[in-house]
């Protein structure tokens, strides 16, 4: 008994602050019990991986405790929208591997919202306020100053729902007038000093056309639309703490009455997910975009999720990333290395082995007969003891890395040097013989001689050396372009970089970034060779080329014009590079 007693204490401290609060909502009966969440994009720009661990937490919870998660897009910004981003955010979502209850918008409520609009203005607790946002910004106050009242807020409620129905109807110009809530001008909270509900908006709606003039602001469509689903808890990141108890009150006027307090919906905030080099704002990253700093929204060096997708990350190890470094009620700088160490990690036990020479030079197998051509087996991933296995074609002259050479070497160099032994890897081994150059001393060939005995398989092969090569043959491999990505930014933290240097030099966002943009953040190699192999591999295989590191198959590629990117490199070199 004392042991189950252990175990299950272990279990509750092993619990994150969320997951003990949802456990303690359900041991008090919340909400009848149930367990419903929701994941609330806005649809203005693709996701990024702090996104992603919103998607594990919100999705994560619901099915830990038998629960439903819905997809709710927060659409209340026609300016900034597009259906584009609606469908791309479906596309990540599901390729991360999670599957919503129901699809939601917030347009879905604009009726009920301005329904309770106007209830709001009939009992005294709105007005319309027709300062400009500059004047209401400062009667507003300060954190250590009370704010002063409209001249507009005790206007008759009569003027103040005529005004209203005309910000709707395209009588009142945008920024003439706003909806505000009346609540307390003196409060320490920022957010309870007449917080704007309504605005008017003359952009049409992706969804709802020119059917709507005046738009919901996000705190007051965020928590009713909450309610209205029926989502127990919501889940935020930490800035919205001090939103909570408006998100609170605005639940509370919708629904005034003593059962509310069991069923409702409940804020929880934890931490962004941070990483350095890493610059995640959609602001930001649209700059980038649409100033051509890079290739899209999907290119490789973006964090998108869209990116890493086209990169060759895997969902997996993504999701397995999120887990490690957990939720917390505090923000924090976690190291890239991390989650490409998860990549490495995962991509380990799935990807297939594959050879591919990136810098070549040829290697000529003098004594192998010159019309001989083998099928060397190639086991796809050693790593799975039900791994299938390949052909790779071996004949006299071989590509091979230009760095596996050194004509004069080190004591401790292991790879290919004149006199010295080396195995091919699943083929033989092989002594140097020599090498070719030309006029300018540049070296052209490598000479060499191998031994028929010593086949991969073969008694022979058993006989020690202490260097294996990886290699294609010349006649028989395909020619590739790879793109070897590396960290976008050359700050540790571009966030707080780019706004030091706007503040230094009075510049905008564009000029900032463009000197803190990594020069060297994308090589592209022309003159690669891949094995025949690769000619069926398709966009999303994950690929270890051997000895370099992992890749996958480009969205461009095509069958003869074979593109790869590199994922991420077998072990990590930058880190030790940048220390």
Not at 18 to 32: F, H, P, R, S, T
Not at 69 to 82: A, I, M, Q
Not at 259 to 267: A, E, G, V, Y
Request: glycine content about 4%; charged content about 30%.
């Amino acid at each position: 008994m004392d042991a189950t007693k252990n175990m299950e204490a272990s279990e509750k401290k092993s619990l994150n602050f969320i997951e003990q609060a949802v456990e303690k909502d359900l041991q008090e009966g919340k909400n009848d019990g149930r367990i419903q969440t929701r994941f609330p994009p806005e649809p203005n720009g693709y996701l990024h991986i702090g996104h992603a661990k919103a998607i594990c937490l919100d999705f994560g919870i619901a099915k830990q405790y038998g629960g439903v998660c819905n997809l709710r897009f927060d659409d209340t910004n026609p300016t900034k929208e597009d259906m584009e981003y609606v469908d791309a955010i479906k596309e990540d979502i599901k390729w991360l591997g999670f599957k919503w209850e129901r699809e939601y918008y917030a347009s879905d409520y604009f009726q009920q919202l301005w329904d309770f609009a106007i209830r709001l203005i009939k009992q005294g607790k709105a007005y319309i306020d027709e300062q400009t946002s500059e004047q209401i910004a400062a009667q507003k106050g300060t954190p250590t100053q009370p704010g002063v009242e409209s001249p507009y807020r005790n206007r008759p409620l009569e003027e103040s729902l005529d005004l209203f129905q005309k910000m709707n109807t395209g009588e009142i110009e945008e920024g003439k007038m706003v909806l505000r809530a009346k609540i307390d001008m003196t409060s320490p909270n920022m957010h309870f000093r007449d917080p704007i509900l309504y605005r008017v908006v003359k952009t049409p709606h992706h969804r709802t056309g020119d059917k709507w003039k005046a738009y919901p602001m996000y705190d007051f469509a965020h928590g009713q639309s909450d309610y209205f689903e029926g989502v127990t808890h919501s889940l935020c990141t930490l800035e919205f703490v001090p939103h909570r108890p408006l998100y609170d009150l605005f639940v509370d006027w919708v629904k005034d009455d003593e059962d509310l307090q069991d069923h409702r919906p409940r804020q929880y905030e934890f931490n962004k997910l941070n990483l350095n080099y890493t610059l995640m704002s959609k602001r930001n990253l649209l700059i980038l975009v649409k100033e051509h700093l890079v290739n899209g929204w999907d290119d490789p060096r973006m964090p998108t999720i869209c990116a890493f997708r086209r990169r060759g990350y895997s969902p997996e190890s993504i999701c397995n990333f999120i887990n490690k470094i957990g939720y917390t009620t505090y923000d924090a700088l976690n190291d890239f290395a991390l989650l490409e160490s998860a990549v490495r990690e995962d991509l380990n036990t799935r990807s297939t082995r594959v050879s591919a020479v990136l810098n070549p030079i040829k290697l000529i197998i003098t004594n192998y007969p010159e019309e001989k051509v083998e099928e060397m087996e190639a086991i796809d991933n050693p790593e799975d003891p039900n791994s299938d296995s390949h052909l790779i074609e071996f004949s006299r002259e071989l590509w091979i890395e230009r760095d596996d050479f050194m004509e004069v070497a080190p004591k401790k160099f292991f790879r290919i040097t004149p006199g010295q032994e080396v195995r091919l890897k699943n083929g033989y081994i092989i002594k140097c013989t020599g090498c070719k150059k030309d006029e300018q001393g540049y070296i052209t060939e490598i000479y060499a001689e191998y031994d028929p005995d010593t086949k991969t398989g073969m008694p022979g092969s058993n006989r020690k050396v202490k260097g294996t090569l990886h290699w294609v043959s010349c006649a028989h491999c395909l020619s590739a372009e790879v793109r070897l990505y590396d960290r976008l930014w050359n700050v540790e933290n571009p966030r707080d970089e780019l706004e030091a240097i706007r503040e230094a030099q009075q510049c905008d966002a564009l000029t900032a970034m463009k000197q803190m943009i990594n020069p060297d953040s994308l090589h592209i190699l022309t003159r690669c060779y891949v094995e025949k192999y690769l000619s069926r591999a398709k966009p999303l295989d994950y690929l270890q080329f051997q000895r370099i590191g992992y890749f996958n198959v480009d969205k461009d590629s095509t069958p003869d014009h074979l593109i790869f990117n590199r994922t991420v490199s077998l072990k990590d070199t930058w880190s030790k590079i940048n220390k």
